[in-house]
């Protein structure tokens, strides 16, 4: 694989995590850089542009870190879709299929208005199970992925 951008270095990799046969890629040492982090941040920026975006929503837990930073430098609302029960005002959940079972994500019913343009930040995808209800539920707010 070519790394044109010098990033793969900062991101360690762990074998057999969570179980074995698993090559996890973690991404936290790549957060703990900050040159790093914000050459990231700034490329993932780059690849908005014409997009229109009015906020960016990211899921529990690192999506709120590289979904935080990109609101802050696109200068747009940031949505946090979160696990259930971890949100304090009324919300939207939607369910998802795990590999052992069924897990819930919720979202803020006033966190993103009608014709809003979302683009869905997470650090990992497996099976899309989470990424697929994140999309649900900014649809159900009346917006659309960006």
């Keep these: 694989m070519t790394d044109p951008h010098g990033l793969t270095q900062f991101i360690r990799t762990i074998p057999d995590y969570p179980k074995p046969g ?29 997009l229109a975006v009015s906020h960016i929503a990211g899921i529990e837990a690192r ?55 979302v683009l869905v930040l997470d650090d990992l995808i497996a099976t899309g199970g989470t990424a697929l209800a994140a999309i649900s539920l900014i649809e159900r707010l009346g917006a659309s992925i960006a």
Excluded: C, N
């Design 22 to 50: 698993i090559q996890f890629r973690d991404i936290t040492t790549l957060m703990g850089h900050g040159d790093a982090f914000a050459k990231t941040i700034g490329l993932f920026a780059s690849h908005t542009e014409g």
């Design 63 to 117: 999506g709120f870190i590289l979904g935080g930073a990109l609101a802050h430098h696109l200068k747009v609302p940031f949505v946090p879709i979160r696990k259930q029960g971890k949100l304090p005002a009324e919300v939207i959940g939607e369910d998802y299929d795990l590999e052992y079972g069924t897990d819930r994500l919720e979202v803020h019913t006033d966190a993103v208005g009608e014709g809003g343009k």
